[in-house]
């Protein structure tokens, strides 16, 4: 099998905090990459609740590359000392450990500092 070690996605606070349409996902094996590809590639998104919580239609449509920076360890390096513009940890980018594989949790260590203000 095979797990997710990372989790970063870039978020408009400017705009209501809406999602930009992207985020940084590292996975234990080219296996399980391959398989979230399998399983989300040309997916359309359709109707989805925003950040206030009323329902909106989208014409976006799933595409998953592979990344520049490979790996969790250059992912941590890279983003460690990063600034987000956000004020709740809880939209820092994450790493977990053990790794998350659908059938258990373990709890995520944040990367990176919030903003003090935005």
């Keep these: ?10 978020l408009d606070f ?9 985020a940084f996902v590292n996975f234990t094996s080219a296996e399980a990459a391959e398989r ?13 609740k925003d950040s206030c919580g009323s329902l909106r239609g989208s014409k976006k449509v799933c595409e998953i590359t592979w990344a520049r920076i490979q790996g969790k360890e250059e ?3 890279h983003f460690r000392n990063s600034n987000f513009a956000c004020r709740n ?3 820092l980018p994450v ?9 258990s949790s373990s ?3 944040t990367i990176g500092r ?5």
Excluded at 1 to 10: H, R, S
Excluded at 14 to 22: K, P, S, W
Excluded at 114 to 118: M, N, R
């Design 1 to 10: 099998m095979g797990g997710c070690v990372y989790f970063g996605w870039a």
């Design 14 to 22: 400017a705009r209501r905090g809406d999602n930009l349409g992207y």
């Design 36 to 48: 979230i590809q399998d399983l989300l590639q040309d997916y359309k998104w359709g109707v989805f």
């Design 75 to 77: 992912l941590v390096r």
């Design 89 to 91: 940890t809880e939209y």
């Design 95 to 103: 790493v977990f450990s053990p790794p998350r594989d659908g059938s």
């Design 107 to 109: 709890l995520p260590m």
């Design 114 to 118: 919030c903003l003090a203000s935005l």
